[in-house]
């Protein structure tokens, strides 16, 4: 009777275990997916609050859509972005350390870890920004742009005349195209390129 409770025990004891390594390995597989994606839209917290919470910051905007605050973790202080008349809707996508959103017009990008807004103008052309870890990538007709939470600010790269490929993002951003490769780095807040046939 003893041997048997003991082995109803272990196995009890196994079996909790096992569904808790289930149940966090999938937590894991729909964080791992979300940051894939590109980040978190900004989900606002409970009934009638304006306020929404990523990794490290919270994001608000007023009521008649003119401006934007980011708390940041790091800094420890809000940090507003007024938005031009005309603009639109906002939509932030919530990232690790930064924050982004496209208006009719505007990329608006900002650091949690400088507190530093800084925004690009693509007019009417499509596409939305892709939030990571540390930056923001978009892709705006010839123009490759990404946001770097380092430096606070966005830097670009002109392709050339029917250049294509896929803008990926992991730990640096890269786009593949042709013999080239470009590559932007968090750290530097600046694209660089290598050419394969051009050794």
Not at 28 to 38: T, Y
Not at 56 to 84: C, F, M, R
Not at 156 to 174: D, H, I, K, W, Y
Not at 182 to 191: E, L, N, Q, R, V
Request: charged share 15%; hydrophobic share 40%; net charge neutral.
């Amino acid at each position: 009777m003893k041997n048997s409770a003991m082995r109803f025990g272990v196995c009890a004891g196994a079996g909790v275990g096992l569904l808790v390594a289930v149940v966090a390995a999938g937590q894991r597989a729909v964080e791992s997916q979300e940051a894939r994606k590109g980040g978190v839209p900004a989900v606002f917290a409970g009934s009638g609050s304006n306020v929404a919470q990523g990794f490290t910051e919270l994001v608000t905007t007023s009521k008649n859509g003119d401006a934007v605050w980011v708390y940041s973790l790091q800094t420890g202080h809000w940090h507003k972005q007024t938005i031009p008349d005309g603009q639109g809707r906002i939509s932030p996508t919530i990232g690790t350390g930064v924050v982004a959103f496209r208006t009719r017009t505007m990329i608006f990008a900002c650091s949690s870890q400088t507190g530093a807004w800084d925004s690009i103008e693509v007019g009417e052309l499509p596409g939305q920004p892709t939030v990571g870890r540390s930056m923001a990538t978009l892709r705006a007709g010839n123009k490759i742009y990404a946001f770097s939470s380092e430096t606070g600010a966005w830097d670009s790269v002109e392709l050339a005349e029917g250049e294509v490929g896929n803008l990926t993002l992991g730990s640096v951003a890269m786009f593949e195209t042709g013999s080239k490769v470009y590559a932007f780095s968090p750290k530097t807040g600046h694209w660089a390129m290598v050419d394969r046939d051009k050794p």
